[in-house]
């Protein structure tokens, strides 16, 4: 799909689709006005009968029997206009694309009167809703895709920085759909050797270094909590690193972990059978930081970008670790398993104090982590927990900015005292009560003294209906929020 910026009038511009936004009941805009006109009327007669009204994410299409350039309009509802944020525009994108995605036409244009103030948010809904994992049917939908959108801004409006603008939200979404397509990748695909050749094709592809360490590495180097995941499965576990160096080696590095379970059966502590299909998307935190690394890369960000992904699959076997085991981690700590089912603190706490040795000047980690997440929060906001204020402010903005929303949840020292073992120095869990928070506390005794957040995805990494921008499926969340993070620190 290509992205073009023109600044010519709306109107006067020949495509197979015009796209319009419009707020609800309303048609005061001075675009939708001019369309009414021109069209002798028309918007206010689906206005008047209701059959559009603006509702927010609703869509009607209008054929134009050639009273203007273009030969159809499509209507996308922004909502109410004193509700307006940017991310409805994003979402009247996605709208859009899904719409237009079974109409066959090659060429669409966007309106965007306010000029570049929403050309980022338009590019990004617009990439981002027209996603399709199609690579297993045998038969996949054989429709001509658009291939052309373009921008256009008033007259006046500087083309030449808003080309800019949609070439960067075009590699952002790039990302963002590469992330999707490996959450989406079945079980029997995506495994830790997978994820790991992934990574050297997309650091080769971008001037990333990337170093992988197999068994005997991850052993030598005593993570022991990510081997004890592993040992019930025949896959081998891999730990991977990606280098980005967009600065001078003298300024520290963000890093970044991903929780990288390629399948979580839930180990000996097995997880029941219903929808434990969707255990393959347990790798969505890996699969984001290679997104934002490859986004950082692509966007050339003047800072560095360390991404650390501990990667293993979770299966029961005759070697697998048991409940009531207890391992030594990388950090030194000694933590007793009492529930393989909750295994990606384990993993992540190894390559949590592997982080430390890159003297990091932030660490965020991004892990499916808690089912008591998606009870807290549902799919519509990621859970954050921390040491550090500012940090957390930081992506508590790049959250409302990208509509990628987090949310805090405390971490104060008592919620720490049901993982203390009488056997050992931690438990791995602590009981059903604040499991999210838990979890997290347990993360917190190995981030060491850095700049720390962890995020906590369980619900927000798969769509399980289709929304705007959100097409059913992986949804590729994190990506666009830490790169705007990131983007902040340049």
Request: with cysteine; glycine share 10%; hydrophobic share 45%.
């Amino acid at each position: 799909m290509n992205y073009h910026v023109a600044t010519d009038e709306p109107f006067l511009y020949p495509c197979p689709v015009l796209v319009l936004g419009c707020f609800e009941e309303k048609l005061d805009g001075p675009c939708s006005a001019k369309l009414d006109t021109v069209l002798d009327g028309a918007v206010s007669a689906l206005l008047r009968t209701k059959e559009f009204t603006g509702k927010l994410n609703s869509a009607k299409v209008i054929h134009t029997l050639g009273r203007m350039a273009a030969e159809r309009v499509l209507l996308v509802g922004l909502g109410k206009e004193r509700d307006f944020v940017p991310d409805r525009m994003r979402q009247a994108a996605g709208t859009a694309a899904r719409v237009l995605r079974a109409s066959s036409q090659r060429a669409v244009a966007f309106v965007l009167p306010e000029g570049a103030a929403l050309l980022q948010h338009a590019a990004e809904g617009y990439a981002l809703g027209d996603y399709t994992f199609e690579q297993y049917k045998s038969e996949p939908e054989k429709l001509d895709r658009v291939e052309t959108v373009t921008f256009l801004l008033p007259d006046g409006a500087d083309s030449g920085d808003a080309g800019c603008v949609a070439a960067d939200a075009k590699r952002v979404c790039e990302a963002v759909r590469f992330t999707r397509d490996l959450v989406a990748q079945p079980g029997n695909v995506a495994t830790p050797a997978f994820l790991a050749e992934k990574s050297h094709e997309m650091a080769a592809r971008f001037g990333v270094e990337c170093h992988v360490w197999e068994r005997d590495e991850i052993e030598r180097r005593g993570m022991h909590a990510l081997l004890a995941v592993a040992r019930g499965s025949r896959q081998q576990p891999r730990f991977i690193t990606l280098d980005y160096r967009g600065a001078d080696e003298k300024n520290r590095p963000v890093v970044l972990v991903g929780k990288g379970i390629t399948f979580d059966s839930g180990g000996i502590s097995l997880k029941p059978r219903e929808g434990m299909e969707r255990m393959k998307d347990d790798m969505a935190g890996a699969a984001a930081v290679m997104g934002i690394v490859m986004a950082a890369a692509s966007l050339k960000l003047p800072l560095n970008v360390v991404g650390l992904i501990p990667a293993a699959e979770n299966l029961p076997g005759g070697n697998a670790s048991k409940p009531g085991d207890v391992i030594r981690s990388m950090s030194g700590k000694t933590v007793e398993i009492v529930n393989t089912d909750a295994e990606g603190r384990l993993v992540l706490c190894d390559a949590l104090h592997h982080a430390l040795s890159f003297r990091p000047a932030a660490v965020i980690d991004l892990a499916t982590l808690t089912g008591a997440c998606v009870v807290a929060l549902g799919s519509l906001a990621t859970g954050m927990m921390g040491n550090d204020e500012g940090l957390k402010r930081a992506l508590r903005r790049s959250g409302e900015a990208t509509g990628e929303r987090v949310w805090e949840l405390p971490l104060w020292e008592e919620y720490g005292e049901v993982m203390k073992s009488d056997i050992a120095d931690l438990k791995n869990a602590g009981g059903p009560a604040a499991g999210t928070i838990t979890a997290a506390w347990f993360l917190k005794n190995f981030a060491g003294s850095a700049k720390w957040v962890h995020l906590d995805i369980a619900g927000t990494a798969w769509e399980e209906k289709g929304r705007h921008y959100l097409p059913k499926g992986a949804t590729g969340i994190g990506v666009r929020l830490l790169v705007h993070y990131l983007r902040g620190l340049c």
